[in-house]
């Protein structure tokens, strides 16, 4: 039996668009942590095997200090550490993880063909690929068949199980079926994928271990237990230091700052970032800037969108006979033809500057 330890998809370097460069930085920074954070975590556990499936660096572009941040990390670890390199960093002569002399506990596969390292002390077989370059239209995993000779095998991969775009290393489920691998530590798919079985070999995607943009959020982690002959005993923990969130909150009725609260984890956001879509019914709309000055404090970022519609009962104002009826009567025709919600909601917002103005008019 084998503790393992499977991580991916880390991106360190990453530009973090839409934080200020300020925050940028300190995420990237945060990032660089996390490995010390991965290696004081799998030491705490009496890992045998840290698996990184790639995509550890976001590009080949990386601040100068990350491969040796990473590589200063990875040595602390008390047991062996294997690299699988990505699409994102890919090996290359020149690439970032030529830059650095690696502590001799880890190993970075470096070739696009299958290789098999032997460690006896654990009666297992670690096998791995590496990405040679931004895309893979070869399938690196097609054809493998571990022995049958009562050892653990045990592969750490960067591809696209069931992908469909062959750009990126694709290979099929039925091929996973035939490996006779007791354990696939993949790595591409930026969500969590669950454990997975297939005949008698284990795969799973573990997603980035800290969510990167809205397009990344909720809980994110790493993957942690046991591998043994034909069985493995894989559980997903939390890492992310900071979690991206997306909250709809319905303001009919209420005040947007009480129906914020209401939506709210009782553990507070101070670490996290949300991004917050009002919506529902109001006559004004929500003053986005009263909320921002009152509630961003008690967020690490926060993004305010009001999508909330104009009330009813103003648009059936649109039966008045007067320049506000006519006005209305002619968005609400272009209403009821819009092609989707989003035109839906320029108008909604068009009739609100309209009736404001026209207010002001009448007065
Ligand atoms: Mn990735």
């Not at 840290?50 to 941040?69: H, M």
Request: net charge negative; glycine share 10%; aromatic share 8%.
């Amino acid at each position: 039996m084998v503790k393992i330890l499977h991580a991916a998809d880390f991106h360190l370097d990453s530009p973090f668009a839409g934080l200020t460069s300020e925050q940028a930085r300190a995420r990237r920074r945060e990032g660089r942590e996390n490995i010390a954070r991965l290696a004081n975590y799998a030491n705490a556990g009496h890992v045998d095997l840290v698996l990184l499936a790639g995509d550890l660096f976001d590009s080949g572009e990386i601040y100068r200090q990350t491969a040796e941040t990473l590589a200063k990390a990875l040595g602390t670890v008390e047991g062996r550490v294997f690299i699988a390199p990505g699409n994102h960093d890919y090996w290359d002569e020149k690439g970032p993880y030529a830059q650095v002399n690696w502590p001799e506990n880890v190993h970075i596969f470096k070739s696009d063909a299958l290789e098999a390292v032997e460690l006896p002390e654990l009666n297992c077989v670690v096998h791995g690929a590496a990405f040679t370059a931004p895309e893979c239209t070869d399938n690196l995993f097609g054809g493998f068949r571990a022995e049958e000779d009562g050892r653990i095998h045990i592969m750490v991969l960067h591809g696209d199980l069931d992908g469909n775009a062959h750009r990126y290393n694709s290979f099929s489920k039925a091929e996973v079926a035939e490996s006779g691998l007791d354990y696939l530590a993949l790595g591409h798919v930026h969500a969590f994928s669950g454990i997975n079985r297939l005949w008698r070999t284990t795969w799973a995607y573990p997603g980035c271990p800290e969510g990167r943009g809205f397009d990344e959020c909720g809980r994110r982690g790493i993957l942690v237990g046991t591998v043994d002959k034909g069985e493995a005993d894989v559980h997903f923990v939390s890492f992310a230091r900071r979690k991206y969130e997306i909250r709809t909150v319905d303001v009919t009725g209420r005040e947007a700052l009480e129906a914020l609260e209401t939506q709210l984890p009782p553990g507070g956001t101070a670490a996290d970032l949300y991004r917050v879509v009002f919506t529902g019914e109001t006559a004004a709309g929500v003053d986005l800037e009263a909320v921002r000055a009152v509630a961003a404090e008690r967020f690490y970022h926060l993004e305010l969108r009001d999508e909330t519609r104009l009330t009813r009962d103003l648009w059936q104002r649109a039966g008045e006979e007067s320049l506000t009826g006519l006005f209305l009567r002619g968005l609400l025709r272009r209403r009821e033809a819009a092609a989707d919600e989003a035109e839906r909601l320029r108008i909604d917002r068009a009739a609100r500057f309209g009736l404001a103005a026209l207010e002001k008019r009448e007065l």
